[in-house]
């Protein structure tokens, strides 16, 4: 080949290796003969940056589970008494003092949302921050004040467990509990949503800020 034909093709060649210096592929994230080595890919999009959830609605918090079994409960009683009193083991009048018990627990009992709200307002309406970390405090506020009500919750309704089971016989206590224990669990396992605002992070709650809190 002459001297003639042989300069583009060098040309050609130190443009290409040019090119390659300038962009490389990290060995890490290629295998052999090139090949884009998708575990590694995977991995260095897993380490990546990430995005809070957007949350719809709130799900059940644990403290709330007992609370929402025993309103179920309440239902299938005036739904199907028949269904509920075999599934129980229970009589007619134990059904009535069961329901009973549970109306009486259900009309003490009120949702705090707008002592919740109040908290979080007053402590955005106090703070000196400005921007996202403003919002974060108002939140915590209402987180906080939001874990009182379910605290006080969980232990109310473990007394009125305790009352039910003081007028059940031994082994309808055994089918009472296996039904808050199985319903409990179901509830829990299908992300049963609970009442009050959405304020589970900064991308869900800025909304819940700005709606019900003013400068």
Known sequence: MSLRHSIPLLLVFIASTCVAQENPVTSDSTGIDGLINQGQAIEDIRLGTTREVKVIAPTLA???????????????????????????????????????????????????????????????????????????????????????????????????????????????KLLFSAYMDDRGRRMANAGATSSGAIVQNLGSGTETVQFHCHD
């Open 62 to 172: 644990p403290e709330e589970i007992d609370r929402a079994v025993l309103s179920r409960l309440m239902q299938e009683i005036v739904s199907s008494p028949e269904l509920t009193q075999r599934r129980l083991g229970v009589d007619e009048n134990q059904l009535q003092n069961i329901f009973i018990t549970l109306s009486n627990a259900r009309s003490f009992i009120n949702d705090s949302g707008m002592a919740n709200i109040r908290a979080m307002c007053r402590a955005w309406d106090k703070s000196e921050l400005t921007g996202n970390d403003r919002i974060r405090e108002a939140l915590s506020a209402y987180s906080r004040r939001q874990q009182l009500t379910r605290n006080f919750i969980e232990k109310y309704y473990r007394v009125v467990r305790s009352e039910i089971d003081s007028f059940l016989a031994e082994e309808s």
